[in-house]
Nanobody, 129 residues
Framework: QVQLVESGGGSVQSGGSLRLSCAVS????????MGWFRQAPGKEREGVAA????????YYADSVKGRFLISQDNSKNTLYLEMSSLEPEDTAMYYC??????????????????????WGQGTQVTVSS
């Protein structure tokens, strides 16, 4: 079974940067929807960024656009989330998700939880003011 393992979380001050990594236990060069999600205490899980590996289409939540960058390295089977200009509101558990053999991915699909069947355990990001 495909496994996703996140790393790179931590505690930073407002304005700081972090890079999250998601190691995938299989090749990501095939048709995958891959996304980063976050969940703060008492809130629903929300999509942050998503990438459709077939076309390279990328989508971001409005709240992170211009500050976060999603990318993938197929040679390492790894998904990344570069986060900059972090704000206390970005504090959450961050999860990597994947769905293989996806025929397509729209923005709504990519940033929604419903299409993803594979999830990592999460990595905590804490931003202090």
């Amino acid at each position: 079974q495909v496994q996703l393992v996140e790393s790179g979380g931590g505690s930073v001050q407002s304005g700081g940067s972090l890079r999250l990594s998601c190691a995938v236990s299989t090749s990501t060069s095939s048709s995958y929807c891959m996304g980063w999600f976050r969940q703060a205490p008492g809130k629903e899980r929300e999509g942050v960024a998503a990438i459709y590996t077939t076309t390279g289409a990328i989508y971001y939540a409005d709240s992170v656009k211009g500050r976060f960058l999603i990318s993938q390295d197929n040679s390492k089977n790894t998904l990344y989330l570069e986060m900059s200009s972090l704000e206390p509101e970005d504090t959450a558990m961050y999860y990597c998700a994947a769905e293989e053999r996806a025929p397509t991915m729209t923005r709504i699909q990519g940033l929604g939880v419903n299409i993803y069947r594979l999830w990592g355990q999460g990595t905590q990001v804490t931003v202090s003011s």
